[in-house]
């Protein structure tokens, strides 16, 4: 992950101004589908918070970022709630899950950085273990404030994925524009 944007009291207080509108509740409602309620899931990239939220209301949430100012934004926020300081790449923690819920957050990560996420999901998820990650739909990477991000489309994803997951879903949703990203939602391979 490149940049310091989310690493900055200033960039976490833009983002979070930025982010206000955004509704990810549909996206939650696909991973619903999959993961039993209760399941303690994992959240990379929790961000302000509000994937988080609406997250602990159906599942047994454990918010993370990569950002420590984030961290403390979100502890601050929700003083009940547990947080870890994660990086996305390496996910070293002891702890195991049911799930991995990661919105928009893996696309900062190059192809092979992506790989080797996915082979640490195979260490931190328990059996049969669900994931939903989203993606900015499209091709190439660009520089966004700073921060890489990497288009993905169904195939790629596809096969991103393949060697440790089985695909359940790929599909195409709105955010801000039709068509404009993706989830994939699988299920560890045994």
């Not at 310091?4 to 509704?23: F, H, I, P, Q, R």
């Not at 409602?29 to 509000?50: C, D, N, R, Y």
């Not at 599942?59 to 403390?72: H, I, L, P, Q, R």
């Amino acid at each position: 992950m490149e940049g310091t944007y989310y690493l900055s009291k200033e960039g976490v207080e833009d983002y979070v101004n930025m982010a206000k509108e955004v509704n990810s509740e549909p996206l939650i409602e696909k991973l619903k589908e999959h993961l039993a309620p209760q399941s303690i899931l994992l959240e990379l990239g929790s961000g302000p918070g509000t994937d988080w939220r609406i997250l602990s209301q159906t599942f047994t949430a454990v918010g993370s970022d990569y950002s420590m100012e984030f961290v403390k934004y979100l502890k601050r926020n929700n003083p009940a709630g547990t947080f870890l300081h994660l990086d996305a790449i390496t996910l070293d923690t002891f702890l195991r899950f049911d799930g991995v819920y990661a919105n928009k957050v893996m696309q900062h990560l190059t192809d092979d950085e992506i790989r080797r996420s996915l082979e640490k999901h195979t260490v931190i998820l328990n059996k049969g273990g669900i994931i939903c990650h989203s993606y900015w739909k499209g091709e190439g990477d660009e520089i966004f404030k700073g921060l890489f991000v990497n288009y993905q489309s169904e195939e790629t994803l596809q096969a991103l994925y393949e060697e440790h997951f089985e695909v359940l879903k790929v599909e195409t949703y709105k955010e801000f524009d039709e068509g404009d990203s993706l989830v994939i939602i699988a299920k560890l391979k045994s």
